[in-house]
């Protein structure tokens, strides 16, 4: 049964409760009262037909949850995603000559989604979840906020009804649609804001109704009486009723390779931002999230969307918040809301027809409000300054590669590494003294406490590997040409959880040439991974057996034994003191 699991992940659900099928209908009805409109809003975005939003939240929702490892994780198009997508194919649209929203475009999107998924299947199956960590959290801080408004500009154009020129530069886009505000539409501009007004007050003063889909239905009715497409106003047109058809996207090998690196940060971005709803939502089920399969569950999903027309999607906040709330207890909730999707594919596309096209503008402006947080930089840097510098530098790269949104993110990840190779390769070093409650403190924090010039205790605070021996080696010189009176050279090793060759053959020649002038270096604290490379290695052999010690007062009290002092020690561990003596103070 649980290999079989491990294939039908979605066994574990059953059997179903009639409590948990009612809760799970509730819940898959009200997210897809959300997801209809939104799914729309998020196809337009990604510079798609209305209609392929509705594609994209039938099955692969349905697969994702059936597959994945989160019960509540609402799978479909999203924001950011919609926005990567757009800003991968539409520089190819226009190299090429093609329009954006025509058939090439919406084959390259289709194609998109099936190198999305195959990435995303072959991360999970081959359990490399970890890969995602290359895309820190600060950078993802600073992509999101920088997205968010770009997001948000991006549709300025449907609100006023004005068009919006594509070209190279975003911000040049932008202040072409500002120059035309003088030619404004009146009554899309009517409808958006009555849209924003309909969501906000509902979310202020009714949260419980659904303001997506009352300020559609509203709106949408409205430009029906008024004919409001008559009098110049866009709105979605003809939907085409009935199922997607099933077929391979086209490909093309060249330009699969051209969309590949677009797609492999697509399916990272995308996978970072479900893995993260879905543990966040498993803190408050208390279940139990498992990153290589739902990497398994998404890449499934986006593929099976590409053989139904699909553009990439990922996991929603806003309707796996929704989803959470609502009650839901499985996956089946989201079943329950592509069943939903395609009632409304077979009969009830008719009824969008004078959807406007401003108020799909104003639901996508009002969804990525939440993706703006200023805050979590501020936080980002606060923890290090080096977060706070990626957080940032993606932020303001993001905002000037668009709408290469993919060259912002390559260069925040691109700098995050960079700064975490630099502390590593730097890491903490510490001369020692003893304090007066016994401990071995920073001389550099405590300048005046005890030491002994014969000693020198040196804490090395990272793993030591070939990145950084350099500096391990120096600074132990450093300190020994500092004491020139030093017999021994005590390393507290507990700190150093990694020791590579390098590191081995480092520690080697330090060896040999501190004995040379007469200083036997002792290592305590070692960790078992650390002390089994110094066996392997023989590197044991030249530094000694009976110079590793357990811990750091073991080994000192061996270096005064063979000192033969007799008298004060000036490292010695102190009389046992009062609690209210002692001096909690950081190291």
Do not use: C
């Not at 950084?468 to 120096?474: A, G, H, K, L, P």
Request: hydrophobic share 50%; net charge neutral.
């Amino acid at each position: 049964m649980g290999m079989i699991q491990k294939f039908l992940p979605f066994l574990r659900w059953f059997p179903l409760g009639a409590d948990t099928l009612r809760a799970d209908l509730v819940a898959g009805i009200t997210v897809a009262l959300i997801l209809i409109p939104q799914s729309m809003a998020y196809a337009q975005l990604a510079g798609l037909p209305a209609y392929y939003g509705l594609y994209a939240a039938f099955l692969p929702g349905m697969v994702a949850a059936l597959w994945g490892s989160s019960k509540q994780l609402a799978t479909g198009p999203v924001a950011v995603v919609s926005l990567l997508t757009a800003s991968a194919l539409a520089p190819l649209m226009t190299q090429q000559g093609f329009q954006v929203g025509g058939s090439e475009y919406v084959a390259l999107a289709i194609l998109m989604a099936m190198l999305v998924g195959l990435v995303q299947l072959t991360l999970g199956v081959f359990r490399l979840g970890v890969v995602v960590n290359f895309l820190s959290h600060p950078v993802i801080v600073g992509f999101t906020n920088a997205a968010a408004i770009i997001i948000g500009l991006s549709q300025l154009n449907k609100i006023f009804g004005v068009k919006m020129p594509r070209s190279e530069h975003f911000a040049q886009d932008i202040w072409a649609v500002l120059q035309q505000l003088g030619g404004t539409h009146l009554p899309t501009l009517l409808m958006g804001v009555a849209a924003f007004a309909i969501m906000w007050g509902l979310k202020k003063y009714v949260p419980k109704l659904p303001g997506v889909l009352v300020a559609v239905v509203v709106t949408t009715v409205a430009s029906w009486a008024l004919g409001f497409a008559e009098h110049g106003g866009q709105v979605v047109g003809a939907i085409p009723s009935g199922l997607p058809s099933l077929a391979l996207p086209s490909l093309d090998p060249k330009m699969a390779l051209d969309l590949l690196p677009s797609a492999i940060i697509i399916s990272l971005v995308g996978f970072m931002e479900a893995i993260s709803i879905a543990k966040a939502m498993a803190a408050k089920t208390k279940d139990r999230i498992d990153p290589n399969q739902e990497l398994v569950g998404q890449g499934i999903a986006n593929i099976v969307g590409s053989l139904t027309q699909s553009y990439p999607g990922s996991g929603s906040f806003s309707r796996s918040a929704v989803n959470l709330n609502a009650g839901a207890r499985t996956g089946m909730s989201s079943v329950f809301a592509g069943l939903v999707v395609l009632v409304t594919l077979l009969f009830l596309t008719p009824l969008l027809y004078h959807l406007p096209q401003s108020v799909l503008a104003a639901v996508i402006m009002m969804a990525v409000v939440g993706l703006i947080n200023f805050q979590a930089i501020r936080h980002a840097w606060e923890a290090h300054v080096h977060d706070g510098v990626a957080a940032i530098v993606t932020f303001v790269a993001t905002l000037a590669f668009a709408p290469h949104l993919d060259h912002g993110i390559m260069v925040g990840a691109g700098l995050a590494i960079m700064l975490f190779l630099y502390r590593t390769m730097t890491p903490r070093v510490a001369l020692l003294g003893r304090f007066g409650d016994g401990t071995l403190r920073d001389l550099h924090v405590h300048p005046t406490l005890p030491t002994d010039e014969r000693i020198i205790v040196v804490r090395f605070d990272g793993q030591l590997y070939f990145a950084n021996v350099s500096y391990f080696e120096d600074t132990v010189l450093a300190a020994v040409a500092d004491h020139p009176n030093a017999k021994y050279i005590l390393v507290v090793a507990d700190g150093i959880n990694q020791l590579d060759a390098s590191g081995q053959e480092v520690m080697e020649h330090l060896i040999e040439r501190l004995g040379a002038i007469g200083i036997t270096m002792v290592l305590s604290g070692m960790k078992r991974q650390v002390v089994q490379v110094l066996h392997r290695t023989h590197l044991i052999e030249h530094l000694g057996h009976d110079n590793i010690f357990a811990t750091t007062d073991i080994a000192l009290d061996a270096i005064y034994d063979r000192l033969g002092e007799t008298g004060y020690r000036p490292l010695r561990m102190p009389a046992p003191v009062s609690v209210s003596d002692a001096s909690p103070q950081p190291t």
